[in-house]
């Protein structure tokens, strides 16, 4: 069975843009695991504009299956994470300003800074996945830094036309064999929507896929009838129709 991971960080988007409580992650979280979710993904980035610290701190104690901090290989990221235990650690690039994790990490040019978050995370008890483009030599490297796992980048994939999606594919596919013979489970993640997602989910040997924007933007669609029609009601009143 290939694991499900949903990302929550869009709930806590919302959240910020009127700087409020709601909606809160952990509600997003805990509604993501009735639906069944096999695991909760946040990304606490430097600049906390989404998730926070009190996101993950509430997190880690609401959440019994998988949680899965994304984060920077960096040490304010790497001391957070060892004191709040997650279940995994996917390390990622991290630009301040850029919307969304644009490439995957350069294990090579930041072999060093990358193998030495991977070691303390580690040796903390912590499984370490490394977020990579799905290409021959970002999959060498990622296994010279120790890391238990890596998450291909299906970002290219997805945003693929019609007529190179299938040459993108190939490339998700061939990494994956690669990694799997260098002794790495393998995940993937990035763009996958209602519309791409079997193409990758049914790649054979696959662990699980991370997945976030599409799910949180159909939540927030298929819950407007419902949500209109209560406050519909309430404004009617018990005895005005
Ligand atoms: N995996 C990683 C490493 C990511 O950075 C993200 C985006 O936060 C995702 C998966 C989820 O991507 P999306 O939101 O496009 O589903």
């Known amino acids: ?14 959240r910020q843009a009127r700087g409020g409580r709601e909606p809160d992650p952990l509600m997003g979280a805990t509604l993501a695991i009735l639906g069944g979710a096999d695991g909760i993904t946040v990304h606490l980035r430097e600049d906390r504009r989404h998730i926070n ?6 997190m880690r104690q609401l959440v019994s299956i998988e949680l899965n901090l994304e984060m920077a290989p960096v040490g304010e990221m790497v001391k957070i994470a060892l004191e709040t235990k997650p279940d995994m650690a996917t390390l990622v690039p991290e630009k301040r300003r850029e919307l969304t994790t644009e490439g995957g990490l350069d294990a090579k040019g930041d072999f060093k800074k990358i193998s030495e978050a991977v070691k303390r995370l580690k040796d903390g008890g912590i499984p370490v ?6 290409d021959e030599k970002a999959v060498e490297w990622a ?17 693929a036309g019609a007529a190179a999606k299938a040459k ?10 690669l990694a799997k013979s260098a002794g790495l489970l393998v995940n993937a993640g990035h763009g996958l929507d209602y ?22 933007s159909r939540a927030v669609l298929v819950g407007m009838q419902e949500a209109v029609a209560r406050m519909k009601a309430l404004i009617a009143g018990p005895d005005r129709k």
Not at 53 to 58: E, P, Q, S, Y
Not at 129 to 134: K, Q, V
Not at 143 to 154: I, S
């Open 1 to 14: 069975m290939v694991l499900l991971g949903v990302n929550v960080d869009h709930v806590a988007t919302l």
């Open 53 to 58: 610290d009190r996101d993950l701190r509430l």
């Open 129 to 134: 996945s490394l977020f990579i483009d799905p």
């Open 143 to 159: 296994a010279k830094t120790g890391a238990d796992m890596v998450e291909l980048h299906t970002g290219y994939y997805s945003n």
């Open 168 to 177: 993108e594919l190939r490339k998700v596919e061939a990494s994956m064999g």
């Open 195 to 216: 519309s791409n997602v079997a193409g990758i989910a049914f790649l054979p040997g696959l662990r699980g896929l991370y997945i976030g924007h599409s799910i949180v």
